[in-house]
């Protein structure tokens, strides 16, 4: 995070800060949400934190705005470095979807249409990643097939969660909860172990 100053460029990018307390004591580096295609640009978000670094709010700005406050654009270009430099190290997994930026779709048997593969990335501020399966689930039903998904992950890093789905029979819905990964380097070896455990899954495991 970077220490919130009142005389520099985030004074005017603040200004319109969307938070009922006080300005922010830090705020984060640049993230790139989805594009807007009726402003014709790229938009930047920057969250704020208080002195005990709890989010308090986030605003957002367009690309020539923060150019025009900021000589030097190392806040944009170090955030649209670090974008590239994620997508060329994951290209060999998989693809990030067009219509959200942080949907990682793997590319499992060589189909990228599996949503088995389909994941959630979230850069942090610092440098890390979050990597998890929420949002995207799977389903299984038999007792057999349940144990079959514990042999595959058994001793990974990765927590399969099971959530009673109640229906008429028996039915679970699983999701591998959020893990965070210090830098791209261990990012990208996490991928490319989960990618082979859900390959695993799809050779062996009958999905509902």
Same mark, same amino acid.
């Given at each position: 995070?970077?220490?919130?100053?009142?005389?520099?460029?985030?004074? #005017?990018?603040?200004?319109?800060?969307?938070? /009922?307390?006080?300005?922010?004591?830090?705020?984060?580096?640049?993230?790139?949400?989805?594009?807007?295609?009726?402003?014709?640009?790229?938009?930047?978000?920057?969250?704020?934190?208080?002195?005990?670094?709890?989010?308090?709010?986030?605003?957002? #700005?367009?690309?020539? +705005?923060?150019?025009?406050? *900021?000589?030097?654009?190392?806040?944009?270009?170090?955030?649209?470095?670090?974008?590239?430099?994620?997508?060329? #190290?994951?290209?060999?997994?998989?693809?990030?979807?067009?219509?959200?930026?942080?949907?990682?779709?793997?590319? @499992?048997?060589?189909?990228?249409?599996?949503?088995?593969?389909?994941? /959630?990335? +979230?850069?942090? #501020?610092?440098?890390?990643?979050?990597?998890?399966?929420?949002?995207?689930?799977?389903?299984?039903?038999?007792?057999?097939?349940?144990?079959?998904?514990? *042999?595959?992950?058994?001793? *990974?890093?990765?927590? @399969?969660?099971?959530?009673?789905?109640?229906? &008429?029979?028996?039915?679970?819905?699983?999701?591998?909860?959020?893990?965070?990964?210090?830098?791209?380097?261990?990012? &990208?070896?996490?991928?490319?172990? @989960?990618?082979?455990? @859900?390959?695993?899954? /799809?050779?062996?495991?009958?999905?509902?």
């Amino acid at each position: 995070m970077l220490r919130y100053e009142p005389e520099n460029i985030m004074n #005017a990018l603040l200004k319109n800060f969307n938070s /009922d307390d006080a300005l922010p004591f830090y705020v984060s580096q640049f993230s790139i949400p989805l594009k807007n295609e009726t402003l014709g640009e790229q938009m930047f978000e920057v969250k704020g934190y208080d002195k005990e670094g709890i989010e308090i709010g986030s605003c957002n #700005a367009k690309e020539s +705005f923060l150019r025009y406050f *900021s000589l030097s654009n190392q806040l944009i270009d170090v955030t649209l470095k670090r974008e590239t430099e994620l997508k060329e #190290a994951l290209k060999e997994y998989g693809n990030f979807s067009a219509e959200d930026d942080s949907l990682f779709e793997m590319n @499992l048997n060589h189909s990228i249409e599996n949503e088995l593969g389909m994941i /959630d990335i +979230f850069p942090e #501020a610092n440098g890390s990643y979050i990597l998890e399966k929420t949002r995207v689930s799977f389903y299984v039903s038999e007792y057999r097939k349940i144990e079959k998904l514990f *042999s595959i992950f058994y001793g *990974s890093v990765f927590s @399969l969660k099971f959530n009673r789905v109640f229906v &008429k029979w028996v039915r679970y819905e699983v999701t591998i909860s959020s893990l965070k990964v210090a830098d791209l380097s261990e990012l &990208k070896e996490t991928l490319r172990t @989960l990618s082979i455990l @859900l390959e695993k899954v /799809d050779h062996q495991v009958n999905l509902d």
